[in-house]
């Protein structure tokens, strides 16, 4: 199994930018796969997921009305998007992964220790 994502920069508040998982190696129907940061001096943070057995998707309340989670399964990539950024939303980005076993929602989606598989990361940066 192997994450690899993209997409990460320097920024400034109130822009906008997509990061890029691009997964292999797992049958994206029978996974979660989720987005998770951590920011300098803070715990890892789940944001974002999506159940590949319904294609739901799960957002943070940190983040909901800004970012979003979709994906793309010709391209076996999963994307946020991330809005009116802030420098509050500076951190690693990872993607993970991990067998569904149901609807994207708080319960599965917000813990790191659910999921089995984990990207790099890449990192944003926001400025002031």
């Known amino acids: 199994v192997q994450l690899v994502e993209s997409g990460g920069g320097l920024v400034q508040a109130g822009e906008s930018l997509r990061l890029s998982c691009a997964f292999s190696?797992?049958?994206?129907?029978?996974?979660?796969i989720g987005w998770f940061r951590q920011g300098p001096g803070k715990e890892r943070e789940g944001i974002a997921c999506?159940?590949?057995?319904?294609?739901?998707?799960y957002t943070a309340d940190s983040v909901k009305g800004r970012f979003s989670i979709s994906f793309d399964n010709d391209k076996n990539t999963v994307y946020l998007q991330m809005n009116s950024l802030t420098p509050a939303d500076t951190a690693a980005y990872y993607c993970?992964?991990?067998?569904?076993?149901?609807?994207?929602?708080?319960?599965?989606?917000?813990?790191?220790?659910?999921?089995?598989?984990w990207g790099r990361g890449t990192q944003l940066t926001v400025s002031s």
């Open positions: 999506i159940s590949g057995v319904d294609n739901t998707t």
């Open positions: 993970a992964a991990t067998v569904a076993i149901s609807s994207a929602d708080a319960k599965y989606c917000s813990r790191g220790s659910h999921f089995h598989y």
């Open positions: 190696g797992i049958i994206f129907d029978r996974y979660y």
